[in-house]
């Protein structure tokens, strides 16, 4: 095989490595962006039966923020609830009028801790019996997407770690065998080179999911850091393809 023909697969298998190490990349960090988007807007509402006195509504606030998985209790009084309506949909709030007094409901929004939302239903259990609830609602299918996509998270952080230590044993192995000074030369310069294929695959991968760019609540750009490694990975490719080759 020629040095260019040598030198084109060198920048292919970069480019494809580069292309490959950025997907995973950005989809780790999509998913990671949309699981903390729908955990930061997720949350418990407990309804109560009858109105509570401001003292006793303290103390069930007390003991509904005691428990290990609520990050945060916020009391939603009948009139906040009326007046929320009546920002948020004027027409509905004039049905509630018509009634006759605010038959909305005191409520209790809970947000529960990250770590708590893998056992949810036994919080929900507990809560019930703090009180004389009308109705406790939440979005199962919602807690269901974060619990999926944290999943995925984790998954393709594994992955990457994986390649990042195969890779890394690449290198290791080069290193270990024996090494002919007059290789040092072509050895950087396919580094070089194996870098900038590297490069191309990002870009092209950029490219080609920045429509996606436009949703703030997906994007979310690689750590510098990652990005770093990956380069560094192409690079580490071409540098110890050009020492088994100088070795053979």
């Not at 060198?10 to 989809?27: C, P």
């Not at 009139?79 to 509630?96: G, H, I, T």
């Not at 939440?138 to 974060?146: H, N």
């Amino acid at each position: 095989m020629g040095a260019k023909a040598r030198l084109t697969s060198l920048l292919a298998l970069a480019a494809a490595a580069g292309l490959a190490g950025e997907t995973l990349l950005l989809a780790e960090r999509h998913c990671s962006r949309l699981e903390a988007s729908l955990r930061d807007d997720f949350r418990v509402v407990l309804f109560l039966r009858a109105s509570l006195e401001e003292s006793r509504a303290k103390v069930l606030e007390e003991k509904l923020r005691a428990a290990p998985e609520v990050a945060d209790v916020r009391f939603i009084s009948a009139d906040e609830a009326l007046a929320a309506l009546k920002r948020d949909d004027p027409e509905l709030a004039e049905s509630v009028a018509l009634v006759g007094d605010n038959p909305l409901p005191a409520a209790f929004e809970v947000r529960p801790t990250p770590e708590s939302l893998t056992h949810l239903g036994a919080w929900i259990d507990g809560a019930r019996r703090l009180a004389d609830w009308s109705d406790l609602r939440y979005k199962p299918g919602q807690v269901q997407a974060i619990l999926r996509l944290r999943f995925y998270a984790h998954l393709l952080r594994m992955a990457l770690s994986t390649l990042l230590c195969l890779f890394a044993g690449l290198a290791l192995a080069a290193l270990s065998g024996p090494r002919r000074s007059a290789s040092d030369g072509p050895a950087a310069s396919s580094a070089l080179w194996a870098a900038a294929g590297g490069v191309a695959g990002v870009l092209f991968t950029i490219a080609v999911s920045w429509p996606l760019h436009r949703d703030e609540l997906l994007w979310a750009w690689p750590r510098p850091l990652a990005q770093i490694s990956l380069l560094a990975v192409c690079a580490t490719l071409g540098w110890s393809l050009s020492l088994w080759r100088a070795e053979s």
